[in-house]
């Protein structure tokens, strides 16, 4: 297949909440997540702890014997308020060292449901590559239509010319896990 890009995928960032969220839906997908990761033999890169869905995939990616690398802003630890990393963690000064970091150390960025931190780690890797700072994959994992929302708003700018097309297509979307 001429043009295609083939990358090997060694390790993929997950950004996603602290929280478990409402829909059980979430914490299903999150660890089924994990062990397709596993199971696939790719290592998990993510913001550190053992909360929410956060913990839910780095806990399935580790009982399938992958790496799992927490990158975690030292002030997180203090009270140890997300609880212990599943693997090795990595204490950085601030949240964009911490960005800087999973940005060089992934091959790809996928965003469960979350909040505003998910939002912010999600955009920022899609404006990175809007810059050609780096040229990984980045989608979202729409579980249950939680991120319709969102696609929506980003295909209103494109139309009102905010967003381009081609800038568009950084951002994929799909609805399950496989």
Request: aromatic share 8%; glycine share 10%.
């Amino acid at each position: 297949m001429e043009g295609v890009l083939v990358r090997k995928i060694k390790k993929i960032c997950v950004f996603c909440g602290a929280n478990s969220g409402k829909d059980v839906a979430f914490v299903n997908a999150a660890f089924h997540l994990g062990k397709v990761l596993g199971k696939r033999k790719i290592d998990l890169v993510y913001g550190g702890g053992k909360l929410g869905l956060m913990g839910c995939v780095s806990t399935a990616v580790a009982q399938h014997e992958r790496q799992v690398l927490g990158i975690i802003p030292s002030a997180f630890t203090i009270n140890n308020i997300v609880g212990e990393t599943c693997g090795k963690e990595i204490k950085v000064a601030t949240m964009q060292e911490r960005l800087v970091m999973m940005m060089e150390l992934s091959d790809a960025f996928i965003a469960l449901p979350g909040g505003f931190g998910t939002l912010e780690e999600l955009f920022q890797m899609i404006s990175w590559a809007q810059l050609n700072i780096h040229n990984k994959p980045i989608g979202v994992l729409n579980i249950n239509g939680f991120f319709n929302g969102l696609l929506s708003f980003v295909d209103h700018a494109v139309k009102q010319e905010f967003i381009t097309p081609r800038a568009r297509k950084i951002l994929i979307s799909a609805t399950d896990e496989r």
